[in-house]
């Protein structure tokens, strides 16, 4: 069949990796009328910007209840007596959750009404999330239970709302959305730190800070309900929905895996996860023990702990987040106007030039905490580089029918092989005794 052909469930992606959008929107030219009384996606261009506001405010409310806990890993492990192999579980147990779960959703994103999943899924996470603040320290694997319980919220959401983008905007413009969207990923990560930090010391108990982001979750199922609307799935892109043939999961599946693009995007982002999936859980901790292992601090032998570095390390990754998403998409912009293989090339360049900045602050940790944070600070930039890119790439090499199911098996594949086993990992290995002196001072 030809690329022409909507309804080809054989060509579902584009050889060339180009877009394969309609140049304009439905409605342009003789029906411009049409297309000034209602746009395509069903959307007005006025609220579509907001909803796009309230998804990144929603991406970021999940990645600061992520990290949260990172902020506050010292406490946690002080507070129920347990060491790195187990305290690294919390960050596995949620990510395997998360993972397992995608699918689920990616399915039912793709043939439901998407608002109503998303603001159910992130009603159970908000109320799951408190729950996790109040186990008693002789009920730690009630602790991992709950942490495990807000992947269901976060799987439901992390698969839907950039497909809901997708519906919205097309070519530079949808670029422009997804890169403010993946900015709440490092500020997110970076704010869980610092009000992870900050809350344990203002109330003297990491109990508070666990609590801080179930209020702002409630919040943000009230702006999805009334603000957000849901879009016509592939009408921007002049392929609607009903023009689309629909398959079967399993034929859903079988496509993806025959696009050599979005499969090789998927294992790339895979790298990315590992890195950042133990870099995330370990580095303030990391940093908290190098400066104990040199004498700048004492051990943490009672709670609350000094959490300087969570806040430090949170406003590293904010800043570092922002430059990357944001120089990531202009790089691929400009380079897109001398070769289409502009996108990957972008991330492949990121992954390059993190790896020997995160090596170097690792070497230099004993030496110059100060060196160590600059290197930190460098490898984040070019990490974050990926973000917003690859989540471009995902949408533009497959059709609107299949993206919800794309983002799902996505997050599977990158958390299965990435972040899902490293943080346990690093944490198994550095119980070891005898293995990392600095880790275990």
Not at 11 to 26: L, N, Q, R, V, W
Not at 41 to 55: A, Q, Y
Not at 256 to 283: D, E, H, K, M, Q
Request: hydrophobic share 45%.
């Amino acid at each position: 069949m030809s690329l022409a052909d909507p309804t080809s469930d054989t060509t579902p992606f584009f050889s060339d990796d180009s877009e394969a959008e309609g140049s304009e929107e439905p409605g342009a030219g003789p029906s411009h009328h049409r297309e000034v009384e209602e746009p395509a996606s069903g959307v007005s261009s006025m609220r579509s910007v907001f909803t796009v506001i309230v998804l990144c405010f929603i991406n970021l409310l999940n990645y600061m209840d992520r990290f949260t806990v990172a902020g506050v890993l010292p406490d946690i492990e002080q507070y129920f007596g347990i060491n790195d192999g187990k305290s690294g579980l919390l960050q596995t147990v949620f990510i395997c959750s998360y993972m397992f779960l995608a699918p689920v959703f990616g399915y039912l994103g793709d043939r439901y009404n998407r608002k109503v999943i998303m603001s159910v899924g992130i009603g159970f996470w908000s109320v799951v999330t408190l729950a996790s603040s109040y186990m008693p320290r002789e009920y730690f694997w009630l602790l991992l239970l709950t942490r495990g319980l807000v992947g269901v919220g976060e799987a439901s959401y992390s698969t839907i709302a950039p497909t809901i983008i997708a519906d919205l905007y097309v070519k530079e413009r949808r670029t422009q959305m997804l890169s403010v969207f993946y900015f709440a990923i490092p500020v997110g990560s970076g704010l869980g730190y610092i009000v992870g930090s900050k809350v344990d010391d203002m109330a003297g108990d990491w109990h508070w800070a666990l609590r801080v982001t179930p209020a702002l979750g409630l919040v943000a199922v009230v702006l999805l309900l009334f603000v957000v609307k849901e879009p016509k799935r592939g009408a921007i892109e002049a392929r609607p929905e009903h023009t689309l043939q629909r398959t079967s999961w399993l034929g859903d599946m079988k496509a993806l895996c025959r696009n050599p693009s979005f499969v090789l995007s998927t294992f790339g982002f895979t790298a990315v996860a590992f890195v950042t999936g133990s870099l995330a859980l370990w580095a303030p901790a990391f940093l908290f023990r190098a400066a104990v292992f040199t004498g700048e601090r004492p051990p943490c032998v009672k709670g609350p702990c000094d959490t300087s570095d969570s806040l430090y390390f949170g406003i590293i990754t904010v800043v570092s987040g922002i430059l990357g998403v944001a120089s990531g998409a202009e790089v691929s912009r400009r380079l897109r106007l001398r070769t289409p293989k502009a996108d990957p090339l972008v991330c492949a360049l990121g992954l390059l030039l993190s790896a020997p900045f995160l090596y170097l602050a690792i070497v230099f940790a004993q030496a110059s905490p100060t060196a160590t944070y600059v290197f930190i600070f460098l490898g984040e930039t070019f990490l974050s580089m990926n973000w917003a890119i690859v989540a471009d790439i995902l949408l533009y090499v497959v059709v609107p029918t299949r993206r919800a199911t794309a983002e799902a098996f996505q997050i599977v594949l990158s958390h299965l092989l990435g972040d899902a086993g490293s943080p346990y990992l690093i944490g198994l290995v550095s119980s070891i005794p005898g293995f990392t002196p600095l880790l275990l001072q």
